[in-house]
């Protein structure tokens, strides 16, 4: 099974702190992405990256950067982290042209 | 107006009832997914599909290329299939499959 993991299920920041997101995934797949939710609002695309060092923005960029250092391995960052960043932070990945796989998400909150 | 409308955005049915959930788009795809999310966050892909009809046990999808529409069908329903089923469609581009999301249907089984 492809499995996807994320580094915190739960996390609470302050205003101001960097924060580091870490997504995982076992099967070598060359496509991942960053999403967060919101209600009313559904999943929207913060960045995604098609190979080792390489990121594209989604329609949400700002506020975010993202590195790609390894395969496996997507980090999201949040360089100074506000409180409108307070929501569920989804992972997943994907081989080219199939269905992606999600992690179990982080619910951030930023006080 | 976005460019993925989900209807109904809340169901209550009762076990054993058909249901069907609607999505719309009103962009050139070239595939549309359903995702399923339980409570506590996860999301699972139910299916992908570029035309015509799939089924998976209990759950079938269609899609109508033309009408720009697909429907979620689930027959005997079961408390189980209480979720969050999400509408995406992808707008590949050299198969990076960025994947735009209605915001969502929540159903829910009455035993």
């Known amino acids: 099974d492809v499995k996807v993991t994320q580094s915190s299920r739960y996390l609470v920041k302050r205003t101001g702190e960097k924060v580091f997101l870490e997504c995982v995934q076992d099967m070598d797949h060359e496509n991942m992405f960053w999403y967060r939710q919101d209600p009313g609002l559904g999943l929207r695309l913060i960045y995604f990256s098609y190979d080792v060092k390489m990121k594209e923005k989604g329609d949400i960029p700002e506020g975010y950067s993202v590195s790609r250092e390894k395969k496996e391995r997507f980090s999201l960052i949040l360089e100074s982290a506000s409180t409108n960043q307070t929501s569920m932070y989804l992972c997943?990945?994907?081989?080219?042209?199939?269905?992606?796989?999600f992690g179990p998400g982080t619910r951030l909150t930023v006080t | 107006k976005n460019e993925v409308e989900q209807s109904p955005q809340n169901l209550t049915a009762q076990e054993g009832e058909f249901i069907t959930i609607n999505c719309s788009y009103s962009v050139g795809i070239s595939a549309l997914h359903w995702l399923q999310q339980h409570p506590g966050g996860g999301i699972v892909s139910l299916f992908m599909?570029?035309?015509g009809k799939k089924k998976h046990g209990r759950l079938i999808a269609t899609i109508n290329i033309q009408e720009k529409h697909s429907s979620l069908h689930i027959t005997a329903s079961h408390p189980r299939d209480s979720a969050v089923y999400i509408c995406?469609?992808?707008?590949?581009?050299?198969?990076?499959?960025?994947?735009?999301f209605g915001t969502g249907t929540r159903l829910t089984i009455i035993p």
């Open positions: 997943a990945s994907s081989p080219p042209g199939f269905e992606q796989y």
């Open positions: 599909l570029s035309s």
């Open positions: 995406a469609v992808s707008q590949s581009n050299f198969g990076n499959e960025k994947l735009t």
